[in-house]
């Protein structure tokens, strides 16, 4: 099993910053790719941002240019620093580990999801 905890949430004014960790622990490779995904009340739950396989990075149109992603492989940790905050980024922020390999079923893939944490852009 894979465990994902998130931390870094809070209350911050229009044009604050936050940063969110996540720390994987369990069995998760040190490399494998892990990113962030957020959702809003009354929306689905949307990319943020995430690493792909070959250490890539993808981000939301409307994140690009104020988060920033990083990671510590050998924390098997994910960040995620967020500037320039608005009341849109107003959500709960999960971590996500996609496809992590099944230690004990050979070929199976499992999605994990830490228990999010909440971000609230307000004056």
């Known amino acids: 099993q894979v465990r994902l905890v998130e931390s870094g949430g809070g209350l911050v004014q229009p044009g604050g910053s936050l940063r969110l960790s996540c720390a994987a622990s369990?069995?998760?490779?040190?490399?494998?790719?892990m990113g962030w995904y957020r959702q809003a009340p009354g929306k689905q739950r949307e990319l943020v941002a995430a690493?792909?396989?070959?250490?890539?990075?993808n981000y939301a149109d409307s994140v690009k240019g104020r988060f920033t992603i990083s990671r510590d492989n050998a924390k098997k940790s994910v960040h995620l620093q967020m500037n320039s905050l608005k009341p849109e980024d107003t959500a709960v922020y999960y971590c996500?580990?996609?496809?992590?390999?099944?230690?004990?079923?050979?070929?199976?893939?499992?999605?994990?999801w830490g228990q999010g944490t909440q971000v609230t852009v307000s004056s």
């Open positions: 369990g069995s998760i490779p040190s490399f494998h790719p």
């Open positions: 690493f792909t396989r070959d250490g890539s990075t």
């Open positions: 996500n580990a996609p496809m992590v390999p099944d230690p004990l079923v050979s070929g199976a893939l499992n999605d994990f």
